[in-house]
């Protein structure tokens, strides 16, 4: 290779990495570099490029959590929602639900849905992690999209046992008390479970690490995050974006009830300085 194609290759290639792109999502995006992942990554081991692989976003790993939620205390909740329950299901997509929550500054939490079959995430501002916030975002939802609508898309909900998710009645039940939804639980201590959510959260996390606080944030900023990690192309879906499969599956109609929008894949941005640029 040239020092001029070298060059012509590191101002694509050095600027998105600073933006938190991975090299897959790099070349995926830039057919015209001619070259694979294996090759960018040699050629950044090497310092050929002039970012480095220190500034590379880490890989996630999955550790068992330790638990720093209050938990569901009413074992009732649980007959008939277990992850064994919901294993004999045998389904091929569903949606994994959580949260994650502020620094201690602040009593704002991020209530979070991923969709195991389109890989898309969703993120919504809770000003306080209580059941009767949660059931807010359902209903608001519920109103956005219509009862059948929700039930088509949110039709099985696995979760944690956090105590924000304590009341799977109110949350199944909808505005015109008809079921929307069925909540099912992870064993204890097995987030592992919902590993697709973990994930995400970790793409999350890189815009907002954690030690954060949520006090300064709005929806809008949420949204603009999430529209960032959904139009981030993925392997498991060969090459597509998250965005561009829930299109296909869900529809632009339920993708507009999300408040979601496509991202110019050289302007996804994954790391602290997409909210501080937008403030």
């Not at 290759?9 to 570099?33: A, C, F, M, R």
């Not at 000003?127 to 039709?155: P, Q």
């Not at 992870?186 to 973990?198: A, T, V």
Request: charged residues 25%; contains cysteine.
């Amino acid at each position: 290779m040239t020092k001029h194609e070298l060059r012509k290759k590191d101002g694509i290639v050095s600027p998105l990495i600073e933006q938190g792109q991975s090299p897959y999502q790099i070349i995926t995006n830039h057919p015209e570099l001619d070259m694979s992942v294996r090759s960018l990554y040699t050629y950044l081991d090497q310092g050929l490029f002039t970012a480095r692989n220190i500034d590379l976003k880490r890989k996630p790993g999955f550790k068992p959590r330790k638990c720093h939620k209050t938990q569901i205390t009413n074992r009732t909740v649980f007959e008939k929602r277990l992850f064994s329950d919901f294993s004999e299901l045998r389904l091929s997509s569903f949606v994994e639900m959580d949260t994650v929550h502020s620094s201690r500054e602040s009593n704002k939490t991020l209530l979070t849905f991923f969709f195991t079959k389109e890989k898309l995430f969703l993120a919504f501002l809770l000003n306080r992690c209580t059941k009767g916030a949660v059931r807010l975002i359902f209903d608001r939802l519920e109103k956005r999209m219509g009862t059948y609508e929700f039930l088509s898309v949110f039709e099985y909900i696995l979760t944690d046992r956090g105590s924000e998710f304590g009341d799977p009645v109110a949350l199944e039940t909808g505005l015109d008390e008809i079921q929307r939804t069925s909540i099912y639980y992870c064993d204890p201590m097995r987030s592992g479970q919902k590993g697709g959510l973990e994930q995400a959260h970790t793409m999350l996390r890189m815009v907002l690490p954690k030690g954060t606080s949520f006090e300064f944030l709005t929806q809008w900023d949420v949204n603009l995050i999430v529209n960032h990690i959904n139009s981030t192309p993925r392997e498991s879906l060969n090459g597509s974006t998250p965005y561009d499969a829930a299109l296909e599956t869900l529809g632009k109609e339920t993708l507009n009830a999300f408040q979601l929008k496509r991202i110019d894949p050289d302007l996804v941005n994954l790391t602290p300085k997409l909210i501080r640029f937008n403030h």
